[in-house]
């Protein structure tokens, strides 16, 4: 068992988050694949990945240069290598595709996060330390997503909107249960386990949101994710 990251592991993010999924952009295509099955049309499954990645990919590119709702499909099939009819074998149009996203993002932070091991569950310092440590790994593997996620929220339709505040409370709450568990055994002192988790959040978001400001620092993730952790048990009096 790896330790835990930010704890001196000398482990890279994507050899961290190997122990519980595959999060290359290629294993995201395959899985938008699987979800939304019934709306693409191309057959082939390998073909079918190799487009959806390349079409998030440009999409994440084109966002980041001149937001979401800048992009014209016309753009977005020439930066992908795709014909306007091949783009529409994926997806009616951009809010489709904005939906494909979100969910892949929704879906990989609550998944990786619930799948703490067991022997973490009994241990809410250790516990809260894999979850800050897993989210850095997470967020610097996916960071276009996490980017694209975060930057074009307030210009998200209301359903992707209403989509991407319930995923952010659905990570708070995972935080918010092992603060209470922490609280109940007497190791955390917090009077409010949902407040601290989403003072938590923000922390986390720093770190791919603000990524040149901690490169020219020499930050690296790993010593982000330690910083984080010191941070936040010495607020709750656990250290």
């Known amino acids: 068992m790896l330790e835990a990251f930010g704890k001196s592991s000398n482990v890279p993010p994507e050899k961290q988050l190997a122990l519980y999924g595959d999060y290359s952009l290629p294993a995201a295509a395959a ?18 990945v190799a487009n959806i990645s390349k079409i998030v990919e440009a999409t994440l590119k084109l966002s980041n240069r001149h937001g979401f709702q800048a992009m014209s499909l016309r753009d977005l099939a020439q930066a992908a290598g795709l014909s306007m009819g091949g783009l529409y074998s994926y997806f009616d149009g951009k809010e489709t595709l904005l939906v494909m996203i979100l969910g892949e993002v929704s879906s990989a932070a609550e998944t990786l996060l619930e799948a703490a091991p067991d022997h973490l569950r009994d241990d809410p310092v250790a516990h809260l330390e894999w979850l800050i440590g897993m989210h850095v790994c997470l967020t610097e593997v996916m960071q276009p997503f996490f980017v694209f996620a975060y930057m074009e929220a307030k210009a998200f ?3 992707a909107r209403k989509r991407a505040i319930a995923s952010e409370a659905a990570t708070e709450a995972i935080f918010a249960k092992v603060l209470a568990d922490g609280a109940a055994r007497g190791v955390f002192k917090v009077d409010d386990p949902a407040f601290a988790a989403a003072l938590i959040k923000p922390l986390l978001q720093d770190w791919y949101v603000k990524r040149p400001k901690y490169a020219r620092r020499g930050v690296t ?17 656990a250290l």
């Open 31 to 48: 899985r938008i694949l699987a979800r939304h099955r019934g709306h693409i049309r191309t057959q082939k499954p390998h073909v079918a």
């Open 157 to 159: 339709p209301p359903a």
């Open 221 to 237: 993730a790993e010593a982000y994710a330690a910083g984080v952790s010191d941070f936040v048990l010495k607020a709750l009096k």
